[in-house]
């Protein structure tokens, strides 16, 4: 079984700053890939950004140049550092570990992180 805990949401105001940190537990395949996704309300999930074990990153354009998204393979975490935030990034953020095992994949979400922005 594999547990996902997300934390760092909170309230923060237009062009503040805020890091979400995210810990994967349990059976966990070493070549996986980790990222986080948003849902703001009536709004489908959708990508914030993602990392291989290698590095590689990939970031939705609405956030590059603004959130940075790293990971330390040693503890299974992941972190998203957010800076100059806006209300539009106002959102359910969640926490994401994947790989593919033996040609099955395997996908585990975290229960998500509210973050507001608003002044």
């Known amino acids: 079984q594999v547990q996902v805990v997300e934390s760092g949401g909170g309230l923060v105001q237009p062009g503040g700053s805020l890091r979400l940190s995210c810990q994967a537990s349990?059976?966990?395949?070493?070549?996986?890939?980790m990222g986080w996704y948003r849902q703001a309300p009536g709004l489908e999930r959708g990508l914030v950004a993602t990392?291989?074990?290698?590095?590689?990153?990939n970031y939705a354009d609405s956030v590059k140049g603004r959130f940075t998204i790293s990971r330390d393979n040693a503890d299974n975490a992941v972190h998203l550092q957010m800076n100059s935030l806006k209300p539009e990034d106002t959102a359910v953020y969640y926490c994401?570990?994947?790989?593919?095992?033996?040609?099955?994949?395997?996908?585990?979400w975290g229960q998500g992180t509210q973050v507001i922005v608003a002044s």
């Open positions: 994401n570990i994947n790989w593919v095992i033996l040609g099955s994949s395997r996908s585990y």
């Open positions: 349990g059976t966990i395949f070493t070549n996986n890939g």
């Open positions: 990392i291989t074990r290698d590095g590689t990153t």
